[in-house]
Nanobody
Framework: QVQLVESGGGLVQAGGSLRLSCAAS????????MGWFRQAPGKEREFVAY????????HYADSVKGRFTISRDNAKNTMYLQMNNLRPEDTAVYYC?????????????????WGQGTQVTVSS
């Protein structure tokens, strides 16, 4: 089992950057495929990006490709999401998630563990 805690959210102007972190408990972090999802008000939770256990495989939603970068540091039990050139439509609660399934994993139902979320607000 793994517990996840996100941090790094906040308010930023359009065109700005934020880096989200997801800290995981437990000694088996490197066994998990990790993902980022987001949920805007009134909308369903949607896939943003995933990274495999070693960091050698990543995948992004088209809406964030070229602007967001997912990474992980297994020695620190932490995953990151670097978000550049933010847009108002990126405003959402961002969640990190973990699964023992291999990539590709883009559905919320494929992930077993979730953090509590961190709010990202992008002003125009």
């Amino acid at each position: 089992q793994v517990q996840l805690v996100e941090s790094g959210g906040g308010l930023v102007q359009a065109g700005g950057s934020l880096r989200l972190s997801c800290a995981a408990s437990g000694r088996t972090f490197s066994s998990y495929t990790m993902g980022w999802f987001r949920q805007a008000p009134g909308k369903e939770r949607e896939f943003v990006a995933y990274i495999n256990w070693s960091g050698s495989s990543t995948h992004y939603a088209d809406s964030v490709k070229g602007r967001f970068t997912i990474s992980r540091d297994n020695a620190k039990n932490t995953m990151y999401l670097q978000m550049n050139n933010l847009r108002p439509e990126d405003t959402a609660v961002y969640y990190c998630a973990a699964t023992l399934r291999s990539v590709p994993v883009v559905q919320t139902t494929e992930y077993d563990y979730w953090g509590q979320g961190t709010q990202v607000t992008v002003s125009s």
